[in-house]
């Protein structure tokens, strides 16, 4: 992980992540191995965070895991979330008539962020749930993201991809991806080709704010058992008309303006 050094609070934030990032309740000495800090340093953030109800601690199994009072407000702030209240309606009413799963998705720091995600009528277990991260050079949501995006930033963002292969068909450089990219510019849309999970799909397109401005992603997801790649292509005039009036709505509503410096400070 990459550490930000902004003082006290942000080493404390990249222990937090550090920790989320294991996905389960995990010892001092796991996130010391990954940490990019002294252990007594590590030790003393770890305590502090404890102590303020971020992280919790179990004495009888050694872990730590998130603490109550860090899930109250990532609760508080996912609820406040303006992105996310409007377009929910927008996206149960495209897995209602697809039948299939929906993602809305984000870059965050280089990485794709799932904001909401609704079930097919049939669901299929998938990496995908919100509040995860999950890569941008291999998701549809991110690889729509990513070619929407001006140049700098995009080249940015790919700057930070790891190009881990997930399945025989993950992109696994740069040079490929700049070429699915181009690809994706001319067609609108984009596509999972079983990139980022074994038999999973889907067709993606970019939520645009009226100056250009991309705010997040919609997709439909599904499986190869039960469609194809030519089936969910012919459903992007309604993700298209769904991320369409995401953006309209969202209008209305006040969003940071996220620069090339902040692309540029999440890398670093």
């Given at each position: ?38 252990k007594p340093t590590l030790y003393r953030l770890m305590q502090t965070l404890t102590h303020q109800g971020m992280l919790q601690f179990d004495a009888e199994r050694q872990t730590y ?149 991309v705010l997040g992603a919609v997709s439909v997801t599904s499986t190869t058992q039960r469609t194809s790649l030519a089936a969910l292509q ?35």
């Amino acid at each position: 992980m990459t550490t930000r050094r902004d003082g006290t609070v942000g080493k404390a934030l990249d222990v937090l992540d550090q920790v989320a990032d294991f996905g389960r309740p995990v010892r001092f000495s796991e996130v010391l191995e990954r940490a990019d800090y002294p252990k007594p340093t590590l030790y003393r953030l770890m305590q502090t965070l404890t102590h303020q109800g971020m992280l919790q601690f179990d004495a009888e199994r050694q872990t730590y895991s998130p603490g109550a009072r860090l899930v109250r407000l990532a609760h508080t702030a996912w609820a406040q979330s303006s992105l996310v209240q409007v377009a929910s309606p927008h996206i149960q009413k495209l897995s209602a008539e697809t039948g299939e799963t929906v993602h809305l998705a984000q870059i965050d720091a280089g990485q794709v962020l799932y904001l909401d995600k609704r079930n097919a009528a049939e669901p299929v277990p998938m990496y995908s749930q919100a509040g995860r991260v999950g890569p941008v050079y291999c998701t549809g949501v991110g690889k729509v993201m990513l070619a929407h995006l001006p140049d700098d930033q995009a080249q940015n963002v790919i700057s930070q991809q790891s190009f881990h292969r997930f399945t025989p068909q993950t992109i696994t450089t740069a040079a490929a991806l700049d070429q699915e990219i181009r690809a994706i510019r001319a067609d609108g849309f984009a596509f999972d080709r079983e990139e980022h999970e074994p038999g999973i799909i889907c067709v993606a397109l970019p939520v645009i704010s009226d100056n250009g401005r991309v705010l997040g992603a919609v997709s439909v997801t599904s499986t190869t058992q039960r469609t194809s790649l030519a089936a969910l292509q012919a459903l992007a005039p309604r993700v298209r008309d769904a991320a369409q009036a995401i953006a309209r709505d969202a209008q209305s509503w006040s969003f940071p303006a996220q620069t090339t410096q902040e692309f540029k400070l999440a890398g670093e």
